[in-house]
């Protein structure tokens, strides 16, 4: 009788295990990669292997002497790391944007960046459209970083940051119907403007139409 209990009791773990780790997992939210750099506040570099858990705005970072060191994203001013899964580094800021949910400092992605800067509040990742945006030998791979479209976007205009949604009423829609260049870009490559993911494609493209020739935004990083 006591080993039937023990192996009823065992069941009962197993089940229980097998429906809470993917809750679990999913809770942790991390990013890790094994070339990392964060750049304190201070001015301080340290590089090593890091971890990010962006739900937590927490990061964790493994020195070559295997010391660990965690921060937030008070102590933060940005950071980088090289995500294999989209063969790019990724770029972080330190931020504190009074939108929507989001009170106080926060880490976000640079997703675009010169001429019209977009920045993203990381939700989760979606493995799902790892391609949607990878253009072969163009500086647009670039200027959109990463090829993710779990975020929240968020458009710096006069002096602030409006949601993407808002900055596409108030400004780039004004834009598509006045720039010819991108008028007809829009109409080459049958883009859907009034779909985020057209927007920040329109915007990518536009940056890399003004930007500078030797643009290359990981010098943000230095």
């Known amino acids: ?41 201070n001015g301080e570099k340290i590089s090593g292997e890091l971890h990010f858990y962006y739900r937590s705005e927490l990061i964790q970072i493994v020195e070559s002497s295997k010391k660990s060191k965690a921060f937030t994203a ?38 675009s960046w010169g001429a019209i800067e ?33 975020h929240d976007y968020f458009v710096f205009y006069e002096d602030g940051f409006l949601p993407l949604k808002q900055y596409h009423k108030k400004v780039l829609s004004n834009m598509c119907e006045e720039n010819e260049t991108l008028a007809e870009y829009i109409k080459t490559e049958h883009i859907y403007e009034n779909d985020v993911y ?14 500078d020739i030797n643009y290359d935004m990981r010098e943000f990083i230095k």
């Not at 080993?3 to 991390?30: D, R």
């Not at 008070?74 to 580094?89: A, G, L």
């Not at 509040?121 to 163009?138: A, F, N, P, T, W």
Request: net charge positive; glycine share 6%.
């Open 1 to 41: 009788m006591q080993n039937a209990m023990n192996f009823f009791k065992i069941g009962l773990l197993g089940l229980a295990l097998l429906f809470c780790t993917p809750l679990f997992a999913k809770n942790i939210a991390k990013i890790s990669s094994k070339n990392g750099m964060v750049i304190l506040k």
């Open 74 to 111: 008070h102590q933060v001013d940005r950071f980088r790391f090289y995500d294999d899964k989209f063969e790019t580094d990724r770029i972080f800021i330190s931020l504190e944007l009074q939108q929507q949910s989001y009170k106080g400092s926060g880490f976000y992605e640079v997703i």
């Open 118 to 150: 977009v920045l993203g509040k990381l939700k989760y990742e979606d493995k799902s459209h790892l391609d949607v945006y990878k253009i072969q030998d163009s500086k647009t791979e670039r200027a959109f970083l990463p090829r993710l479209i779990a």
């Open 198 to 211: 057209g927007q920040l494609q329109i915007i990518a493209y536009y940056n890399e139409k003004v930007s």
